[in-house]
């Protein structure tokens, strides 16, 4: 009970110290913001490029994933500054919203709801409720969030697909390190494992939004 304690501080420890760093980086924007990312997405690539080492796949998959994992993160990335740039700081904290209130919809919802599992065998304790709640989170962050950011060219109820897209990623993720036979993709972070770990479901949503907004299809509406 007692390590179960102190395990739980760690962790609670070591989220609020990512959230400053991320959310001062955000605040600031430009250098901050760029260092971040380019710190980060490094970090992800090398705990990506581990993870395929280790795995129990074919030779063409391993090469097909080594070549994935840089190509998504650097989008991820690109799209990141892209949206935090061009868009501002709101839109870009409605991008890490959507993602951050996937995780905790599905967490709550998982709980009180349990019921059916999602894909046991790749990650024994997700279960569908917790992914219609995860969706569900989403939602509501892209209706607010976005609302406040002034998002226009994508109806803000595409927080809902973010919320699917976020736990796909997740569960992409889970599925890399069943097959490296590992619990995490890396020890940086205490009580949480790698980078990776906590960024699964942001890289595929960054990749995608970043792509809307850089071919024009996400804008925000001119102030006044």
Same mark, same amino acid.
């Given at each position: ?13 070591? +989220? ?61 990335? +690109? ?21 951050? *209130? ?9 709980? *009180? ?52 897209? *976020? ?45 809307? *907004? ?11």
């Amino acid at each position: 009970m007692a390590a179960g304690k102190s395990d739980l501080w760690v962790r609670i420890g070591s +989220a609020i110290i990512l959230f400053a760093i991320a959310g001062t980086a955000l605040w600031f924007g430009g250098l901050a913001f760029g260092l971040l990312l380019l710190v980060g997405g490094a970090l992800v690539i090398v705990e990506w490029l581990a993870l395929v080492r280790a795995m129990t796949i074919g030779g063409g998959a391993k090469a097909a994933l080594t070549i994935l994992g840089p190509v998504v993160t650097l989008g991820a990335m +690109a799209g990141l500054w892209f949206i935090r740039d061009q868009l501002g700081m709101t839109a870009a904290l409605w991008v890490f919203g959507m993602v951050w *209130a996937t995780d905790i919809g599905a967490y709550f919802a998982g709980r *009180a709801f349990g019921g059916a599992r999602l894909a046991p065998k790749i990650s024994p304790s997700k279960t569908w409720s917790g992914l219609i709640g995860g969706m569900i989170a989403a939602l509501i962050a892209s209706a607010t969030i976005g609302d406040r950011a002034g998002i226009v060219g994508v109806p803000l109820c595409i927080g809902l697909f973010m919320g699917l897209l *976020a736990q796909l990623g997740d569960l992409a993720q889970s599925w890399m390190k069943r097959r490296a036979g590992v619990k995490d993709s890396g020890k940086l972070i205490p009580g949480h494992g790698g980078l990776f770990d906590r960024v699964d479901g942001v890289l595929p949503v960054a990749l995608l939004l970043g792509a809307l *907004a850089f071919t024009g299809q996400i804008a925000v509406r001119a102030a006044g």
